[in-house]
């Protein structure tokens, strides 16, 4: 173990002395163990060197101290909701009592106090994301938020919402870990929301641990929003697949300030699936970083990722990819493709797609380009009588469509092409 | 209706359009012939407008107005429509989403009120009909994966939908089998009015046995070199083009 020089790791350290008294001591000592290895990732850490975390972090804001009473919140959704506020989840701001059968909601706090073998095991996860410190560090410093099971062969209609917002009106940081865990067989439509209700420049670290078991197919709609400038937002999701397994998953990041989603992906199981795609709203000075890595364990998987991200401003963003095909899996199929529209003589574009093959019967490609709206397409439309800004969004807007035309759930993309409606509108005003 | 004068245009130094000279009346089918390299496609991107040509001399005037000064989504308000030689392919865009976008987008600027959606489908549906553009076609996104026959049917399907006062054809007999060919002419025929005028640019005469032009103008080396009538087109059928580049020789 190195010794965590900065002052800022040294607050962190006080953090996690405190988390530890409140529970889960084991679990936090192995996480803290870890991250401590790496300390905070300067941009010397390849995986983070497009995002300086260490440069960001510089100043730990103070622990989240949730008291708040009940408070209005915004809903997008018509969905199962489960609020995490604050770093704390709020039972009494979620949708408990209309949990329909096979849904068993409880709170992390209660759940590590419980101590469950397979709850625990789960949400420790060590197999996957265990190189990257930030995700070490929201283990050990996890203050609370869900733990969603879904019974074995239950088809869960309407799609449950794990909202997390921070409110307070000063800066904090939270550290929140949710939990879902999908029984052989059984199916649901998950939304995750990620959001700021007010302008205070929050910290969060946030993470999202999703098991399928067998046959288990969940449908994933990820939306970050909010934020300030010197606001900081990692949002991780550990994905585990067993056999047959499949999530179909679309993210979207808009907003400003520092926005990392980072995706550990593990296909455990034959002829599992996933798809992870995403689009990027760029203004201001967001800094928007998407890292993945998909884990082929197991023989015939497939997986696809498609992201768009729409650069305008001075924004940056990110997308490192990587797929990882292991000896055993053969059959894989993998394609991944990253493309980013740079609106703006500032706006940058980061683009790094890998594959790590170590099986011989295997079909992987990935591809990325960066550009500029194109002058033909312009002209046509305009030709056509549409204003320039008008064609300019209506390329823009297919542009971000591609990623989103195979969701299936039809309300989820209404809304998702609303946000980009709503991004649009603000670009044509000005 | 279309009044060209004396027009000069480059890209960069090299001059393209060197005085051409080019009137067509309201109710008018001008067809525009000649060799390839003449600059016929560089006359119907300056009448909309499109960027990277220098006119550095003489004017283009739309039923008196000069529009060299307009962008091409004004130009399309006045009425003028190119229907392009290259259709382009817009992944992700509806067709239908463009259309509607598009059709309202002049109406607003002419100050007229938008169609609403049951209105403009029928539009749609009537133009597609007489067209043979499926339901399928619409549904795709903009020309992605169209055949050049579907491109350009849906090229005139547009033209039916904005119903322009000035049309500009560039080749659009290119690529098209026989039967496409009389498709895309009886949709051409149909929209024939004395209120509107077409400018119909091609190789080939074979185009022309089917829209019927009143005026034929031979273009070679960046101008209008002769005008005549339709019997000018069967001339250059028989005797090529030779004639008009010749003449730069000597």
């Not at chain 1, 996957?128 to 099971?149: E, F, K, R, S, W």
């Not at chain 1, 195979?406 to 670009?427: G, H, P, T």
């Amino acid at each position: 173990m190195i010794k965590l020089a900065s002052e800022a790791e040294a607050t962190l350290s006080s953090f996690y002395e405190e988390m530890r008294a409140k529970g889960a001591p084991r679990l936090r000592a192995a996480a803290w163990a870890a991250f401590s290895e790496f300390g905070l990732p300067s941009r010397r850490v390849e995986s983070w060197h497009y995002t300086d975390l260490k440069t960001a972090m510089s100043r730990p804001a103070p622990l989240a101290t949730s008291s708040r009473g009940a408070m209005p919140l915004p809903r997008a959704h018509d969905s199962l909701r489960l609020v995490t506020l604050d770093g704390v989840f709020r039972a009494d701001l979620s949708d408990i009592a209309r949990l329909p059968e096979g849904v068993a909601v409880q709170s992390l706090r209660d759940a590590l106090a419980q101590g469950e073998l397979h709850v625990m095991s789960a949400l420790a996860s060590a197999d996957i994301g265990a190189q990257d410190p930030i995700l070490a560090l929201n283990a050990a410093l996890m203050q609370d938020g869900v733990v969603v099971q879904i019974a074995p062969g239950a088809k869960i209609a309407r799609a449950i919402e794990l909202a997390t917002f921070s409110s307070a009106e000063a800066a904090q940081s939270t550290y929140t870990r949710a939990l879902v865990m999908l029984g052989e067989g059984a199916q649901a439509t998950l939304i995750e929301t990620l959001g700021a209700l007010s302008a205070a420049p929050a910290q969060d670290n946030g993470a999202l641990v999703l098991r399928l078991a067998a046959s288990a197919r969940v449908e994933l709609v990820t939306h970050l929003s909010g934020g300030v400038d010197q606001s900081i937002r990692v949002a991780s999701l550990l994905a585990h697949l067993d056999a047959d397994a499949r999530i179909h998953s679309f993210a979207l990041i808009e907003g400003e300030g520092l926005h990392r989603r980072q995706i550990f992906v593990r296909l455990d199981g034959e002829k599992a699936s996933a798809v992870f795609n995403g689009a990027t709203l760029g203004r201001g000075r967001l800094h928007a970083d998407t890292t993945l890595i998909v884990d082929h364990a197991k023989p015939s998987g497939q997986s696809r990722e498609c992201f768009r991200n729409i650069l305008d401003d001075q924004s940056v963003g990110v997308f490192q990819g990587k797929v990882i095909v292991r000896p055993g899996a053969q059959k894989t199929d993998g394609a991944m493709q990253s493309k980013a529209l740079l609106l703006s003589e500032q706006a940058t574009m980061n683009n790094k797609p890998e594959l790590e093959i170590f099986a011989d019967d295997v079909q992987c490609g990935h591809g990325a380009t960066c550009g500029r709206l194109d002058k033909d397409q312009l002209f046509y439309l305009t030709a056509r009588g549409l204003p320039r800004r008008e064609a300019e969004a209506l390329l823009i807007e297919g542009f971000a469509n591609e990623a989103m035309e195979a969701l299936e759930d039809e309300q989820l993309k209404a809304f998702l092409s609303d946000r980009v409606s709503v991004w649009l509108s603000r670009r044509i005003g000005r | 209706m279309l009044e060209i004068k004396d027009l000069h245009v480059a890209v960069g130094e090299h001059e393209i359009l060197k005085g051409l000279t080019l009137s067509v009346k309201a109710g008018e089918v001008a067809a525009i012939m000649g060799p390839n390299g003449t600059g016929k496609s560089t006359l119907s991107y300056i009448v909309s407008g499109r960027e990277g040509y220098d006119v550095t001399q003489g004017d283009v005037r739309l039923n008196g107005e000069n529009i060299l000064d307009l962008d091409p989504a004004e130009r399309a308000a006045r009425g003028v429509f190119l229907a392009f030689q290259y259709p382009v392919e817009i992944p992700g865009v509806a067709t239908m989403t463009f259309l509607k976008a598009a059709l309202n987008a002049q109406r607003r600027a002419r100050g007229e009120p938008e169609l609403q959606t049951p209105e403009f489908m029928k539009r749609v549906r009537e133009a597609a009909a007489s067209l043979g553009v499926s339901q399928d076609m619409l549904r795709r996104p903009l020309n992605a994966g169209f055949s050049g026959g579907e491109k350009k049917r849906m090229e005139i399907l547009q033209m039916a939908l904005l119903q322009p006062r000035l049309a500009i054809l560039d080749e659009t007999d290119s690529g098209l089998d026989i039967d496409a060919l009389r498709v895309v002419a009886d949709g051409v025929n149909a929209l024939r009015s004395p209120e509107r005028a077409f400018v119909v640019i091609t190789h080939y005469q074979r185009l022309l046995e089917y829209i019927r032009p009143d005026t034929v103008h031979v273009m070679a080396q960046g101008r209008i070199m002769r005008s005549g009538g339709p019997e000018l087109a069967q001339e250059l059928e028989e005797r090529g083009y030779q004639d008009y580049i010749a003449q730069e020789a000597a």
